[in-house]
């Protein structure tokens, strides 16, 4: 943008302002606000997000600065629903992010999983390695029993989603599976669920309802705490 261009440090200063006004409606508003989805809490909301997307970019323009505020764009929301009314195929679609927190966790789960299965001499290659102890605890367990025991794997969970997608026929067998998350028709997604950091308020703190077994030794005293691996069949 050139200097001519660029707006004054009035306007940027104005744009700050109008941000003030607007947090003092917002909070007003969901103080007044009569039920879950108070329409005036809504409206505020939305001229809250208005005056902080102005704001930053007034500030960029003048200054070569941003915010820490991210505020969901127009382009970024799902379309309305435009597909089959009674579809006869749906698909389900997730990604699970998660960080490797300890490692030495994650080598002796694989460890212990590959001893139990195989009565021969341990494959220390493919177990004594991050990629193939990941290898070996996905190739065992289904990827939710990874997701509701992650901490005995010694993984931390990240951002997640799921997305659910409706047709009229199921997909001929095989031919998505190279590329499964490409070609989707955002009119023809069902339901969406995202979890992540940056939404304080949806991440579940749920850890605390879940009891780990420990490394050495599990809930029932077992010394061995060898792992029950998923039966395919339930």
Known sequence: MSDAAQPTAAEVRAAAEAVKTALDRH?????????????????AFNQLAAAAEAYDELLYDRYDEVTPFEIPSAEEALPPYAGPEEPNAISVLIRRDYTVAEPQRLLAQAQRVEAAEYDDVVDDDAAGTVPGALGILFGEFEPDEIASRHKEFGLEEGDSTLWVTAAEEPPEAGEWLEAPFEH???????????????????????????????????????????????????
Request: hydrophobic share 30%; charged share 45%; glycine share 6%.
């Open 184 to 234: 989707i028709d955002p009119q023809q997604v069902v339901c969406r669920f995202d979890v992540s950091a940056v939404f304080d308020d949806e991440v579940s703190d749920g850890d605390d309802d879940i009891d780990f077994v420990d490394e050495d030794e599990d809930e029932d005293g077992d010394e061995d705490g060898e792992l029950e691996p998923v039966n395919a069949e339930k």
């Open 27 to 43: 909070l007003a508003a969901v103080e007044r606000r009569s039920g879950e989805d108070d329409p005036a809490v809504s409206e």
